[in-house]
């Protein structure tokens, strides 16, 4: 069956610092991977997905995720976090339906 | 914007009562999913429907019940409401079959309330 494990509920970054939320996936066959972003009271956004074109994606508001099959993981990075960053993000694996994880919390402080 | 409208926005029911919560999918997407997320969760798939026929379900009861129409609009019906089944509830539009199948866009959600 598949399923995504998001590795911590709550990330708290300082402004201008590296972004990095983690998801590790567990699929019997090759996954299709998102990265979805949610602001308060909102539906979600798509970021990014891989579907086995190349193993760096790279998304919207410079955010990109890299496919590492031998770790089962999808982990999102950004350079360089703007106070307008902080959201809920969710990553989720796709084989018809589509399962996400519960989600980490980015919290940017000024 | 993704294109996936929904209403109402919000929602407040008693419990054993029945609502029917209404999607616009973008044009031209011939598959529309159904999620609820509760407070502090991610969101769980409930059921899709692909050209007006149910094309999977997730561990939902058979109270939660769905149709798809012609002109891309959805709904969601729940039955004799339960406590538990207040959440943000969000539709997804995708078209199957074509290309890049796999994406979901989402609408903004409808949050119901079950008192």
């Known amino acids: 069956a598949q399923s995504v494990t998001q590795l911590g509920s709550h990330v708290s970054v300082s402004e201008g610092a590296l972004v990095l939320l983690r998801c590790n996936y567990s699929s019997s066959v090759p996954p299709y991977l998102f990265w979805y972003v949610q602001y308060p009271n909102q539906g979600l956004q798509l970021l990014l997905k891989y579907t086995s074109a190349a193993t760096l994606v790279k998304g919207i508001n410079d955010f990109e995720a890299e496919f590492k099959k031998s770790e089962t993981s999808f982990h999102l990075t950004k350079p360089s976090a703007h106070m307008s960053d902080a959201a809920e993000y969710f990553c989720a694996v796709s084989l018809g339906d589509m399962r996400f994880g519960a989600g980490t919390r980015l919290t940017v402080k000024p | 914007e993704t294109g996936v409208t929904q209403s109402p926005t919000h929602l407040i029911k008693t419990r054993g009562q029945q609502v029917t919560l209404r999607c616009s999918s973008q044009s031209g997407h011939n598959t529309v999913s159904w999620y609820q997320q509760a407070l502090g969760q991610g969101p769980q798939f409930i059921f899709q429907?692909?050209?007006?026929?149910?094309?999977g379900r997730g561990n939902f009861p058979p109270r939660f019940s769905g149709l798809q129409f012609p002109n891309y609009s959805s709904e969601l019906n729940v039955n004799a409401l339960e406590l538990d089944d207040s959440a943000l509830y969000l539709c997804?539009?995708?078209?199957?079959?074509?290309?890049?199948?796999?994406?979901?866009?989402f609408g903004p959600g409808t949050r119901l309330l079950v008192l």
């Open positions: 429907y692909y050209r007006e026929e149910e094309n």
């Open positions: 997804a539009s995708s078209l199957l079959g074509v290309g890049d199948q796999e994406t979901q866009y």
